[in-house]
């Protein structure tokens, strides 16, 4: 652990003498003419000196990353800055998520991801700004998650996160990016989050494409207590993986990664999210389709693949069709070059920018998928987001967790039930940038789930 004590650091010949962490010795070798000044590390550290003065968690991070990624771009700032500013956030007021049980997301990396999925939601809406990954992600300044922490469980301060925090509604690591690249291992800044999250017995779910959640020195930091992980695996075809995620490692070392967690006792999904349709629109459920005259199988997500995630022991599957913005539809196509608008049907589609499936069709993937997951003994549920409420309720008949869609409670010993729906929609808007915005049914945001 870094104590608090009497330090220097050197920085272009500069002795600093000050009350900090104790920290690895820095030289800059740098040109007299350019800058090495870093106010915002010098802020990340005098934030670290104070909370490891008064809090019980005692960190031991080096902060000097921070410090040589704002030498970095002195010269040139990257817009939006060398931090990721939002690590929490709580998003079930969306219209397309108001049903989530797992909405109170994190992200220690933010601003793009190095995975690069063609199809990604995230990918489409930063572009458009101009802040996917400009140069890379930029991780976020852990002092800021380790301050609400301390905050919400050792003070009566105020803090926004209070209300959410205090019911011990599980955190999802993982939504704009993934806090498991490569390059944490050189960052650790979710390596420290899950010391954070452990010392302060908060349960978690892991939302992930990366093999390393399953590597040291991350799965010896996981708690089986406190997390569930769910490993992301649109496809088992690697051929098609490098053109459609050409970021990510092969499913083959995800599966792998999978085996050895649920060996070591964490129970373990693999989301087939997205779930890529292998026909047109209409192929299993109009009476009419000419199936003679389908184009040829798109087999990038195939149910043969629940044979391949039974054989390394993985014990459940979450289905969540796919939906794409024309941008993300775009890029699909480029990258695996083949149409594959003919496949959506023009009278299905919910908004003139995105491309869903029919609801009947989507519900004859499931029941495929349900029914080969049944035959390989291991669970299945649904993920409704982005395809409507009506699939929230009306899939739970598959669901073999019925209390759950992530099939976390009753899985995981610290998910005792408590979710996101449970939060009021009044503390929901507090973190809506739209105050006005309604629930899509009020009367139904805490409905019982059945049992």
Same mark, same amino acid.
């Given at each position: 652990m870094f104590p608090l004590l009497k330090g220097t650091y050197m920085t272009d010949q500069t002795v600093i003498e000050d009350n900090i962490l104790q920290l690895p010795k820095l030289t800059v070798h740098s040109e007299p003419s350019i800058t090495t000044e870093t106010p915002v590390t010098d802020s990340i550290i005098e934030a670290a000196r104070k909370l490891q003065s008064i809090s019980s968690y005692k960190t031991d991070f080096n902060f000097e990353v921070y410090r040589k990624l704002e030498q970095r771009f002195n010269e040139k700032p990257v817009r939006g800055g060398i931090l990721f500013k939002t690590p929490f956030k709580l998003v079930n007021f969306h219209a397309s998520c108001q049903q989530c049980l797992y909405s109170f997301e994190a992200d220690t990396y933010g601003r793009g991801c190095t995975h690069e999925c063609v199809y990604c939601y995230a990918k489409a809406q930063l572009t458009v700004h101009g802040m996917w990954n400009k140069p890379f992600p930029m991780p976020v300044d852990i002092t800021e998650i380790w301050k609400t922490f301390h905050t919400v469980f050792e003070t009566d301060a105020r803090s926004k996160w209070r209300d959410v925090m205090e019911k011990r509604i599980p955190i999802r690591i993982g939504a704009m990016s993934d806090s498991f690249m490569a390059m944490d291992r050189s960052y650790k800044v979710t390596q420290e989050f899950l010391k954070i999250l452990n010392h302060y017995k908060y349960p978690y779910i892991i939302f992930t494409r990366s093999h390393t959640v399953g590597e040291s020195p991350y799965i010896d930091l996981l708690n089986?207590? *406190?997390?569930?992980?769910?490993?992301?695996? $649109?496809?088992?075809?690697?051929?098609?993986?490098? *053109?459609?995620?050409?970021?990510?490692?092969? $499913?083959?070392?995800r599966l792998q990664a999978l085996q050895k967690l649920t060996r070591a006792g964490f129970w373990t999904t693999v989301r087939i999210n997205p779930l890529f349709p292998n026909h047109p629109d209409g192929y299993y459920t109009d009476p009419h389709f000419r199936k003679d005259l389908a184009p040829e199988p798109f087999d990038y997500s195939t149910i043969e693949m629940v044979d391949e995630i039974a054989a390394h022991g993985v014990q459940s599957v979450i289905a969540g069709f796919v939906r794409l913005s024309t941008f993300s539809l775009n890029r699909m196509e480029e990258a695996v070059g083949r149409d594959l608008q003919s496949f959506f049907s023009a009278d299905c589609r919910k908004s003139r920018r995105d491309w869903h499936f029919s609801d009947k069709e989507i519900r004859a993937y499931y029941e495929r998928y349900q029914a080969r997951c049944k035959q390989n003994g291991i669970q299945f549920t649904t993920c409704y987001i982005g395809n409507g409420d009506d699939h929230f309720w009306g899939d739970q008949d598959l669901w073999d967790n019925k209390k759950d869609c992530c099939n976390a409670i009753n899985r995981v010993s610290e998910f005792k039930g408590q979710t996101s729906r449970d939060i009021?929609?009044?503390?929901r808007l507090k973190h809506s940038p739209d105050k006005m915005i309604k629930a899509n049914d009020i009367n139904r945001l805490h409905e019982l789930l059945e049992s």
């Amino acid at each position: 652990m870094f104590p608090l004590l009497k330090g220097t650091y050197m920085t272009d010949q500069t002795v600093i003498e000050d009350n900090i962490l104790q920290l690895p010795k820095l030289t800059v070798h740098s040109e007299p003419s350019i800058t090495t000044e870093t106010p915002v590390t010098d802020s990340i550290i005098e934030a670290a000196r104070k909370l490891q003065s008064i809090s019980s968690y005692k960190t031991d991070f080096n902060f000097e990353v921070y410090r040589k990624l704002e030498q970095r771009f002195n010269e040139k700032p990257v817009r939006g800055g060398i931090l990721f500013k939002t690590p929490f956030k709580l998003v079930n007021f969306h219209a397309s998520c108001q049903q989530c049980l797992y909405s109170f997301e994190a992200d220690t990396y933010g601003r793009g991801c190095t995975h690069e999925c063609v199809y990604c939601y995230a990918k489409a809406q930063l572009t458009v700004h101009g802040m996917w990954n400009k140069p890379f992600p930029m991780p976020v300044d852990i002092t800021e998650i380790w301050k609400t922490f301390h905050t919400v469980f050792e003070t009566d301060a105020r803090s926004k996160w209070r209300d959410v925090m205090e019911k011990r509604i599980p955190i999802r690591i993982g939504a704009m990016s993934d806090s498991f690249m490569a390059m944490d291992r050189s960052y650790k800044v979710t390596q420290e989050f899950l010391k954070i999250l452990n010392h302060y017995k908060y349960p978690y779910i892991i939302f992930t494409r990366s093999h390393t959640v399953g590597e040291s020195p991350y799965i010896d930091l996981l708690n089986p207590q *406190l997390c569930s992980v769910q490993m992301s695996i $649109a496809s088992t075809n690697d051929k098609l993986n490098k *053109l459609i995620e050409p970021g990510t490692p092969s $499913a083959k070392l995800r599966l792998q990664a999978l085996q050895k967690l649920t060996r070591a006792g964490f129970w373990t999904t693999v989301r087939i999210n997205p779930l890529f349709p292998n026909h047109p629109d209409g192929y299993y459920t109009d009476p009419h389709f000419r199936k003679d005259l389908a184009p040829e199988p798109f087999d990038y997500s195939t149910i043969e693949m629940v044979d391949e995630i039974a054989a390394h022991g993985v014990q459940s599957v979450i289905a969540g069709f796919v939906r794409l913005s024309t941008f993300s539809l775009n890029r699909m196509e480029e990258a695996v070059g083949r149409d594959l608008q003919s496949f959506f049907s023009a009278d299905c589609r919910k908004s003139r920018r995105d491309w869903h499936f029919s609801d009947k069709e989507i519900r004859a993937y499931y029941e495929r998928y349900q029914a080969r997951c049944k035959q390989n003994g291991i669970q299945f549920t649904t993920c409704y987001i982005g395809n409507g409420d009506d699939h929230f309720w009306g899939d739970q008949d598959l669901w073999d967790n019925k209390k759950d869609c992530c099939n976390a409670i009753n899985r995981v010993s610290e998910f005792k039930g408590q979710t996101s729906r449970d939060i009021s929609w009044d503390i929901r808007l507090k973190h809506s940038p739209d105050k006005m915005i309604k629930a899509n049914d009020i009367n139904r945001l805490h409905e019982l789930l059945e049992s």
